[in-house]
């Protein structure tokens, strides 16, 4: 067995256990392997352990590194996309899951449907209030994309992605994982026609914490590839 697939194998046992003390349902946590400065040989390494689900967080890197044509897995965006990058980001991925404005969803919806591609898009929380952040702060601006949304016809709305504060304290971390997944039970009432049942939280140093708090999508890059080569 290679060292990627222990590595994959050892996460998969820590999701499967916090599932299990969570008392949540088997497979209700899906893995993404957040490849970053890593080859697409190591991608494709991970592809041969089982890991179809791929996140990348630059555009450059992610036009540079993938093919358009991926039918064995899955790619998102996971990091923060200008609206003037959408047209060349669209093409490869399936879903964006970083959309933190208006503007943006709006540019989204545009280019998808100039290309007819249907799209899934997360909407990004900043629930730690970090100013180096993105993602929605304001319920109001929250509420006033999802009303405007329903007028979208190439993108769909599958849930909530937040980052963890950048911090080892625990508390702080609950509290941000906490407060994404009242944020989902609130828009479940508020829009109950709508598809809010993806929750986008966890990275490699808590996404433990994260599936106890309700995750049902953690996103791991150096636990699974190794550090980085910057």
């Known amino acids: 067995m290679s060292e990627m697939n222990e590595r994959i194998e050892s996460i998969?046992?820590?999701?499967?256990?916090?599932?299990?003390?969570?008392?949540?349902?088997?497979?209700?946590?899906?893995?993404?392997?957040?490849?970053?400065?890593?080859t697409f040989n190591e991608i494709e390494h991970a592809l041969q352990c089982g890991i179809t689900l791929y996140g990348e967080n630059k555009v450059q890197e992610l036009s540079e590194k993938f093919p358009v044509s991926h039918p064995h897995f899955s790619l998102h965006m996971i990091g923060h996309l200008q609206t003037n990058k959408v047209k060349k980001v669209l093409p490869y991925v399936d879903s964006i899951d970083s959309v933190d404005s208006l503007k943006l969803g709006l540019k989204i919806d545009n280019e998808a449907s100039l290309?007819?591609?249907?799209?899934?898009?997360?909407?990004e929380i900043n629930t730690s209030n970090e100013e180096a952040k993105s993602g929605f702060v304001d319920m109001n601006d929250l509420y006033h994309f999802i009303d405007t949304s329903e007028s979208f016809t190439n993108s769909t709305i599958k849930g909530l992605m937040t980052v963890g504060p950048l911090s080892d304290d625990e508390k702080a971390i609950r509290?941000?994982?906490?407060?994404?997944?009242?944020?989902?039970?609130?828009?479940?009432?508020?829009?109950?026609?709508?598809?809010?049942?993806?929750?986008?939280?966890?990275?490699?140093?808590?996404?433990?914490?994260?599936?106890?708090?309700?995750?049902?999508?953690v996103r791991i890059g150096t636990a699974i590839f190794g550090s980085r080569g910057y």
Do not use: W
Not at 118 to 123: G, Q
């Open 115 to 123: 290309i007819k591609k249907c799209v899934s898009i997360l909407l």
């Open 175 to 217: 509290e941000s994982f906490s407060k994404l997944n009242k944020i989902q039970e609130d828009l479940k009432r508020r829009y109950p026609n709508l598809d809010f049942s993806t929750l986008s939280m966890g990275m490699s140093g808590d996404y433990r914490i994260a599936i106890e708090m309700g995750s049902t999508l």
């Open 12 to 38: 998969r046992y820590n999701i499967s256990d916090a599932i299990k003390k969570s008392h949540r349902e088997i497979n209700s946590v899906q893995l993404m392997a957040v490849s970053k400065n890593h």
